[in-house]
Structures are given as structure tokens and as C-alpha cells.
């Protein structure tokens, strides 16, 4: 059974810092494609990026791909999402994601609030 856990969401102020972990179990992490999704509130679900076995990284927008950064721990089985300058539309609940064998995002965490207050 695939699980994936995120942590580390809460409430930050504009301009701050705040990473994202997401442990990953019952699947083949090293070889997998994970991926970071988000939701803010009353929107639709949105690709943040994601990490191939690679090592290949792909961002939704310049403008994550210029704040966020986005790597992996294959000792840990954890992705990590790093976000910096932190801005109000940042947010929403992050999910953290993995693709299975025909590179589609099948298995899904519940998801972490990452609130950034002015």
C-alpha cells in the first residue's frame, strides 16, 4: 500500500520561508517520479513541479521555478519542496504526489496548509 505524508505547512508571513517534506512508503521511491501539487482556496488543483528519477527537474512557472526549489532523499524516501518569498497567492494546501508505471500522478498524500499572512 503507497503512502505518501506531508509535512511541514503552517502560517508564515509574506517574504518567508517555508519547506515542505513528504515521506513516501510502499512504493519504489528511487525510481519514482514525485511531484507537488497545490490548491488554493477556490481554485482548482495546480502543478507546482516535479522531480524525476533523474533527477530532472520541471516547474510550473518561472516565477516557482525562481522561489521554489524542489529535490529529493532516496536514503529517506522524502521529497522535499523548499519555498522562498513567500507571497499571500502561495496559499493553499500542498499535496505532495507519485506517478506509477504509466506516468501518471496515481498515488496522493493528504495534503499540508501553507497559509502566508500580510
Known amino acids: 500500500q503507497v503512502q505518501l505524508v506531508e509535512s511541514g505547512g503552517g502560517l508564515v508571513q509574506v517574504g518567508g520561508s517555508l519547506t515542505l517534506s513528504c515521506v513516501a512508503s510502499?512504493?519504489?521511491?528511487?525510481?519514482?517520479?514525485m511531484g507537488w501539487f497545490r490548491r488554493a482556496p477556490g481554485k482548482e488543483r495546480e502543478f507546482v513541479g516535479d522531480?524525476?528519477?533523474?533527477?530532472?527537474?520541471?516547474y510550473n512557472s518561472d516565477s516557482m521555478k525562481g522561489r521554489f526549489s524542489i529535490s529529493r532523499d532516496n536514503a529517506k524516501n522524502t521529497v522535499y519542496l523548499q519555498m522562498h518569498s513567500l507571497k499571500s497567492e502561495d496559499t493553499g494546501v500542498y499535496f505532495c504526489?507519485?506517478?506509477?508505471?504509466?506516468?501518471?500522478?496515481?498515488?496522493w498524500g493528504q495534503g499540508t496548509q501553507v497559509t502566508v499572512s500580510s
Open positions: 504526489a507519485a506517478q506509477d508505471g504509466s506516468y501518471e500522478y496515481v498515488y
Open positions: 510502499g512504493l519504489a521511491f528511487s525510481s519514482s517520479t
Open positions: 522531480i524525476r528519477w533523474t533527477g530532472q527537474i520541471t
